[in-house]
């Protein structure tokens, strides 16, 4: 192929390429390495005027040391990698993310809602005022959502529950506590030597801005008229004339939380393979904190336990769950208890969650005289500081404090 030098400029060619087509090139050694071309563009749309203009700045690079096409085949790169969108970052993250089910569940979904319409938004262009206007806007939307849930409930005479925090704030600051922790997995990466994320975790501006602030922790728990009119319903479900909402499953499943501060998911997904009816004691594998849990059965546990093994004993084979709490639906999966605490406040007459349970337990032992590390014991809270990794519990020491908060749950001690 022919190279016709250009007759004013050194190093700017008019190059032959198949085809009959013609390309304006540089040729020229870089300084400090040896020769090589640089192609400027077609010749039948950039006159000879042009081509010298674009290859000045060419031929100074070189002459620096600077190879052009080096430069072109790492732009190429970062802007590749920095097309990388905010739902493939999503997918990659969940893939290495060490979430529990429940998490990974609602992350994902968490995600999805809020920022759906980012999924196809390269990861670096989402910059601090996107974050900042989002983060109203899902305030003002779970805000005028509630309104409206609100003016229905007084509508029909309804409580309406009242929260201690900015109404949409936990929702916000929960979408982009996942948000901030996808941009945090790729703020350090890079390609062809820059930054993936050049302007770091736009997150951060909530932060800087002091929007993300702690929120009020719910104190809600029942007290003791709450309690005995919880007993009462429990005790009436159970009778072979009740004709409510309350399920026997219900009643069991508020029974063992209401005398152990179990989480929901821990009690839910109890298996019998880690309950001991001999020793009297089971074992939470599955936990928050992912260190598994033992504890010992007061008399009201073990002999809820027992109705249950017998019932489950008194039916076929192919109907035996290895769960206590097994779905209606299909005995080999547990309960979703999706709908266990609507229908214990609907009847009982007051709003209660099973977590509310867990703050009653606590409540109860701490009015019992409990300090709060034994109480954190018995809730298995995460223990902190080096002292505390030697310090073993076990399910023998926690039948004391569980048997008291038993007797102290409601007016009359359990028989």
């Known amino acids: ?31 400090g390495a040896g020769p090589v071309t640089v192609t400027l563009g077609n010749a039948n749309y950039i006159t ?64 999805q809602r809020r920022f759906g319409d980012w999924y ?27 309104e409206r849930v609100a003016a229905r409930r007084r509508k029909e005479g309804l409580n309406v529950h009242e929260t201690p925090n900015e109404v949409g704030l936990g929702e916000a600051q929960r979408a982009f506590r996942y948000l901030s922790a996808v941009f945090n997995s790729f703020a350090s990466d890079d390609a062809a030597g820059e930054k993936l994320i050049p302007q770091g975790n736009p997150v951060l501006v909530l932060k800087d801005k002091k929007l993300r602030r702690a929120l009020q922790p719910k104190e809600r728990y029942l007290d003791n008229k709450a309690r005995q009119a919880l007993l009462e319903q429990l005790t009436q479900s159970s009778h072979y004339q009740y004709a409510g909402s309350i399920n026997q499953e219900d009643a069991d499943l508020a029974w063992l939380l209401i005398h152990t501060g179990l989480r929901l998911d821990e009690a839910r997904l109890l298996k019998w393979s880690e309950v001991s009816i001999t020793d009297r004691f089971f074992t939470v594998l599955d936990t928050k904190n ?20 017998e019932y489950r004993a008194s039916q076929p ?16 999966k547990p309960t979703s208890a999706s709908r266990t605490f609507d229908r214990l406040s609907s009847e009982i007459g007051f709003e209660f969650t099973a977590h509310d349970l867990r703050r009653t337990v606590a409540t109860v032992a701490a009015d019992l005289g409990y300090d709060l590390d034994a109480i954190g014991a018995v809730l298995n809270h995460k223990r902190k500081g080096v002292t505390a990794g030697y310090i073993q519990k076990t399910w023998k020491r926690h039948l004391g404090i569980l048997e008291d908060i038993q007797n102290g749950l409601f007016e009359e001690s359990y028989d």
């Open 317 to 332: 084979k192919s109907m035996q769950s290895p769960y206590i709490f097994p779905s209606p639906l299909d005995p080999k």
């Open 1 to 31: 192929m022919d190279w016709i030098k250009d007759k004013s400029l050194p190093g700017l060619y008019r190059r032959a390429r198949e085809g009959g087509k013609y390309v304006w090139a540089v040729k020229a050694r870089v300084k």
């Open 290 to 309: 992912h260190q598994k849990h033992t504890l010992p059965m007061t008399n009201a546990i073990y002999s809820m336990i027992s109705r249950r093994l």
């Open 48 to 111: 000879p005027a042009e081509a010298r203009k674009l290859a000045k700045p060419v031929l100074a690079k070189l002459s620096q040391g600077i190879n052009p096409n080096q430069e072109q085949r790492k732009a190429k790169k970062v802007a590749e990698a920095r097309g990388f969108s905010l739902g493939q970052a999503i997918e990659q993250y969940s893939e290495l993310a060490h979430w529990k089910p429940k998490t990974r569940k609602d992350a994902l979904s968490t995600l």
């Open 120 to 146: 196809r938004k390269p990861l670096a262009s989402i910059t601090r005022d996107d974050i900042l206007r989002r983060f109203t806007a899902i305030k003002k939307e779970v805000a005028q959502k509630k």
